[in-house]
Protein backbone atom coordinates (compact mmCIF):
# COMPACT_ATOMS: atom_id res chain seq x y z
CA UNK A 1 0.00 0.00 0.00
CA UNK A 2 2.51 2.46 0.53
CA UNK A 3 4.72 1.60 -2.42
CA UNK A 4 1.20 2.56 -4.55
CA UNK A 5 0.52 5.94 -2.57
CA UNK A 6 4.24 6.98 -3.39
CA UNK A 7 3.29 6.20 -6.92
CA UNK A 8 0.25 8.33 -6.78
CA UNK A 9 2.23 10.92 -4.80
CA UNK A 10 4.68 11.08 -7.74
CA UNK A 11 1.93 11.32 -10.09
CA UNK A 12 0.59 14.32 -7.79
CA UNK A 13 3.86 16.11 -7.57
CA UNK A 14 4.55 15.52 -11.49
CA UNK A 15 1.13 17.43 -12.25
CA UNK A 16 2.25 20.57 -10.02
CA UNK A 17 5.61 20.72 -12.28
CA UNK A 18 3.68 20.38 -15.49
CA UNK A 19 1.11 23.17 -13.74
CA UNK A 20 3.66 25.73 -12.85
CA UNK A 21 6.12 25.18 -14.83
CA UNK A 22 9.09 25.29 -11.88
CA UNK A 23 10.76 23.09 -9.50
CA UNK A 24 10.09 23.49 -5.80
CA UNK A 25 12.24 24.13 -2.91
CA UNK A 26 10.84 21.03 -0.05
CA UNK A 27 10.88 22.26 3.13
CA UNK A 28 9.82 20.41 6.10
CA UNK A 29 6.84 20.49 9.03
CA UNK A 30 8.30 22.36 12.21
CA UNK A 31 9.13 20.15 15.15
CA UNK A 32 11.77 17.58 13.12
CA UNK A 33 10.86 13.95 13.77
CA UNK A 34 8.88 11.40 13.09
CA UNK A 35 6.00 10.99 10.16
CA UNK A 36 5.19 14.06 8.86
CA UNK A 37 7.85 15.97 9.10
CA UNK A 38 9.18 15.15 5.78
CA UNK A 39 9.52 12.90 2.85
CA UNK A 40 9.33 9.59 5.18
CA UNK A 41 6.72 7.45 4.09
CA UNK A 42 2.95 9.12 5.06
CA UNK A 43 4.47 12.08 5.69
CA UNK A 44 3.92 15.98 4.70
CA UNK A 45 6.25 18.29 2.80
CA UNK A 46 5.56 21.53 1.28
CA UNK A 47 6.46 22.43 -2.08
CA UNK A 48 7.74 26.49 -2.46
CA UNK A 49 7.55 27.90 -5.55
CA UNK A 50 9.10 31.34 -5.77
CA UNK A 51 8.27 34.36 -7.79
CA UNK A 52 4.62 31.69 -8.25
CA UNK A 53 2.06 33.55 -9.86
CA UNK A 54 4.68 36.92 -9.73
CA UNK A 55 8.00 38.03 -8.44
CA UNK A 56 7.50 38.62 -5.02
CA UNK A 57 4.74 36.40 -4.25
CA UNK A 58 5.54 32.42 -3.05
CA UNK A 59 3.14 30.06 -3.37
CA UNK A 60 3.31 26.78 -1.31
CA UNK A 61 1.72 23.10 -2.06
CA UNK A 62 1.54 20.19 0.15
CA UNK A 63 2.33 16.98 -0.45
CA UNK A 64 1.07 14.42 1.81
CA UNK A 65 -2.02 15.73 3.20
CA UNK A 66 -3.77 13.17 0.88
CA UNK A 67 -2.43 10.21 1.74
CA UNK A 68 -4.78 10.86 5.56
CA UNK A 69 -8.19 9.12 5.55
CA UNK A 70 -11.16 10.77 6.70
CA UNK A 71 -14.75 9.73 6.55
CA UNK A 72 -16.06 13.01 5.35
CA UNK A 73 -13.79 13.04 2.08
CA UNK A 74 -15.95 11.75 -0.38
CA UNK A 75 -15.33 13.32 -3.18
CA UNK A 76 -11.88 14.11 -3.41
CA UNK A 77 -8.89 14.66 -0.78
CA UNK A 78 -7.23 17.76 -0.12
CA UNK A 79 -3.74 19.57 -0.65
CA UNK A 80 -3.41 22.65 0.45
CA UNK A 81 -2.11 25.69 -1.14
CA UNK A 82 -0.72 29.05 -0.24
CA UNK A 83 -0.10 32.36 -1.77
CA UNK A 84 0.98 35.23 0.46
CA UNK A 85 3.61 38.30 -1.16
CA UNK A 86 6.58 37.75 1.42
CA UNK A 87 9.97 36.08 0.93
CA UNK A 88 9.73 34.37 4.29
CA UNK A 89 10.54 30.53 4.20
CA UNK A 90 8.51 30.21 7.14
CA UNK A 91 5.39 29.98 5.54
CA UNK A 92 6.09 27.28 3.94
CA UNK A 93 7.05 25.09 7.08
CA UNK A 94 3.63 26.74 8.82
CA UNK A 95 1.61 25.04 6.15
CA UNK A 96 3.37 21.66 6.42
CA UNK A 97 3.20 21.86 9.63
CA UNK A 98 -0.34 22.78 9.85
CA UNK A 99 -1.11 19.51 7.85
CA UNK A 100 0.54 17.42 9.68
CA UNK A 101 -0.85 18.53 12.72
CA UNK A 102 -4.60 17.97 11.38
CA UNK A 103 -4.67 15.80 8.74
CA UNK A 104 -6.38 13.75 11.06
CA UNK A 105 -9.27 15.66 12.74
CA UNK A 106 -9.27 18.46 10.09
CA UNK A 107 -11.28 18.22 6.80
CA UNK A 108 -9.75 21.73 4.84
CA UNK A 109 -13.61 22.06 3.61
CA UNK A 110 -14.75 25.76 2.60
CA UNK A 111 -15.05 28.11 5.41
CA UNK A 112 -13.23 26.03 7.99
CA UNK A 113 -11.28 28.41 10.17
CA UNK A 114 -7.89 26.84 12.03
CA UNK A 115 -6.67 29.10 14.70
CA UNK A 116 -2.94 29.45 15.97
CA UNK A 117 -2.07 30.12 19.19
CA UNK A 118 0.91 32.67 18.30
CA UNK A 119 1.54 34.17 14.48
CA UNK A 120 1.85 32.49 11.62
CA UNK A 121 4.85 33.49 10.16
CA UNK A 122 7.93 35.34 11.16
CA UNK A 123 6.79 38.67 9.11
CA UNK A 124 2.74 38.99 10.20
CA UNK A 125 0.26 38.76 13.07
CA UNK A 126 -2.42 36.94 11.77
CA UNK A 127 -2.76 34.11 13.97
CA UNK A 128 -5.77 32.37 12.20
CA UNK A 129 -5.84 30.09 8.49
CA UNK A 130 -9.22 30.46 6.54
CA UNK A 131 -10.09 27.53 4.04
CA UNK A 132 -11.64 28.78 0.57
CA UNK A 133 -10.97 28.31 -3.43
CA UNK A 134 -7.40 28.55 -4.11
CA UNK A 135 -6.39 32.16 -6.00
CA UNK A 136 -3.74 31.04 -7.98
CA UNK A 137 -5.20 28.34 -9.45
CA UNK A 138 -7.89 27.83 -12.49
CA UNK A 139 -10.86 26.32 -11.75
CA UNK A 140 -10.76 23.96 -14.02
CA UNK A 141 -6.72 22.79 -12.46
CA UNK A 142 -7.79 21.89 -8.91
CA UNK A 143 -8.66 18.47 -9.17
CA UNK A 144 -6.26 15.83 -9.61
CA UNK A 145 -6.59 12.30 -10.97
CA UNK A 146 -3.69 10.41 -9.17
CA UNK A 147 -4.85 6.86 -9.54
CA UNK A 148 -6.32 6.59 -6.16
CA UNK A 149 -9.89 5.76 -5.34
CA UNK A 150 -10.63 9.36 -5.19
CA UNK A 151 -8.96 12.88 -6.51
CA UNK A 152 -6.45 15.16 -5.14
CA UNK A 153 -8.79 19.02 -4.81
CA UNK A 154 -6.67 21.67 -4.28
CA UNK A 155 -7.94 23.71 -1.15
CA UNK A 156 -6.55 27.03 -0.79
CA UNK A 157 -5.57 29.03 2.31
CA UNK A 158 -5.35 32.35 3.58
CA UNK A 159 -4.14 34.12 6.91
CA UNK A 160 -6.18 36.30 8.53
CA UNK A 161 -6.34 37.87 11.44
CA UNK A 162 -7.85 36.53 15.16
CA UNK A 163 -10.78 39.18 14.75
CA UNK A 164 -11.42 38.09 11.41
CA UNK A 165 -12.33 35.17 12.12
CA UNK A 166 -13.98 35.56 15.48
CA UNK A 167 -16.11 38.02 12.24
CA UNK A 168 -16.82 34.60 10.40
CA UNK A 169 -18.01 32.85 13.57
CA UNK A 170 -20.25 34.91 14.53
CA UNK A 171 -21.96 35.85 10.99
CA UNK A 172 -20.60 33.50 8.57
CA UNK A 173 -17.83 33.31 5.85
CA UNK A 174 -19.73 35.60 3.18
CA UNK A 175 -19.79 39.28 5.32
CA UNK A 176 -16.04 38.62 5.88
CA UNK A 177 -14.74 37.58 2.59
CA UNK A 178 -16.67 40.23 0.51
CA UNK A 179 -14.77 42.73 2.00
CA UNK A 180 -12.36 45.01 0.17
CA UNK A 181 -9.33 42.86 1.51
CA UNK A 182 -5.89 41.98 -0.32
CA UNK A 183 -5.55 37.90 0.41
CA UNK A 184 -1.20 38.09 -0.96
CA UNK A 185 -0.45 40.86 1.98
CA UNK A 186 0.28 39.40 5.08
CA UNK A 187 1.05 42.99 6.71
CA UNK A 188 -2.20 43.99 6.41
CA UNK A 189 -4.59 45.51 9.32
CA UNK A 190 -7.12 43.71 9.72
CA UNK A 191 -10.50 43.66 7.71
CA UNK A 192 -13.60 45.73 9.74
CA UNK A 193 -17.31 45.86 9.15
CA UNK A 194 -18.17 48.76 8.03
CA UNK A 195 -14.98 48.91 5.68
CA UNK A 196 -15.37 48.74 1.91
CA UNK A 197 -16.77 45.70 0.10
CA UNK A 198 -15.41 43.67 -3.11
CA UNK A 199 -19.11 44.27 -4.20
CA UNK A 200 -19.41 47.88 -3.20
CA UNK A 201 -16.33 49.51 -4.73
CA UNK A 202 -15.71 50.01 -8.20
CA UNK A 203 -12.35 48.29 -10.18
Known sequence: MGAVRGLQQHAYESYLHDLTG????????RGGDGPGA???PGGVVALRFRDLPEPG???VFTSGLSRARQAVWTQGRPELVLSVRSADPGWASAVATLA????????FRVGD???????????TTMTSWLCFAPAVVPAEARRIEVGDDLPIN?????????SEADLIAAHGLGPFWDME????DVGRPPARPGAPTRRGRRR
Open 22 to 29: ALPERVRA
Open 57 to 59: IQT
Open 113 to 123: VIGSRAPLAGD
Open 154 to 162: LQGLYPIHA
Open 100 to 107: QSMRDVCP
Open 38 to 40: GDE
Open 181 to 184: WDPY
